[in-house]
């Protein structure tokens, strides 16, 4: 069974009291190599009528892929992203079940390189991301010090 990745309070893409957000789970395949979570994008999430925002694609790309990282390890190896090049494949449906995959390409202590893709119900891929990471700022590692203790394994239905 894969294990879940834990989420934050207000994050937009995992946060579970965000009552805008995305409320995206993501679990761990290390047998692949890879994380996984399956969402459902709302309609009003939309860019064009039944297409997902692009914006909306990247973030969960950006969100998986450097999510990626927790394959291996822990929020103090949560890094963040200095350069993400997206491609659009075709358009993502609003309301349909989509596949995020991330993984990691390669990594050293301070920086990362990752990739994600979304995938439509039938495997077709309709947007991939290669994303680049790095540590973050000590400024921010200080402000995520007060929302460590939030970031964690909820069980389903809580």
């Keep these: 069974m894969a294990e879940r990745q834990p989420s934050s309070r207000a994050c937009f ?7 805008v957000g995305l409320k995206m ?14 969402v459902t994008v709302e309609e009003h999430f939309n860019g064009y009528p039944g297409v997902v925002h692009g914006g909306i694609l990247a973030a969960m790309l950006d969100e998986t892929a450097g999510r990626a990282i927790l394959l ?8 963040v992203t200095v350069k993400m090049e997206v491609t659009y494949r075709r358009p993502t449906p609003t309301g349909t079940p989509l596949l995020v995959v991330g993984r990691v390409v390669s990594r050293s202590e301070r920086r990362a390189e990752t990739k994600a ?7 077709t891929v309709s947007a991939r991301a290669t994303v ?17 203790p939030y970031f964690r394994v909820d069980e389903p239905g809580c």
């Design 72 to 79: 291996e390890g822990g929020p103090d190896d949560l890094m």
């Design 13 to 19: 893409l995992c946060g579970r009291d965000n009552p």
């Design 117 to 123: 893709e979304i995938r439509l119900p039938d495997g």
């Design 25 to 38: 789970v993501w679990e761990n395949h290390p047998e692949e190599g890879e994380i996984r979570c399956t």
């Design 132 to 148: 680049w990471l790095a540590r973050p700022p000590k400024e921010i590692l200080a402000d995520w010090e007060a929302e460590r």
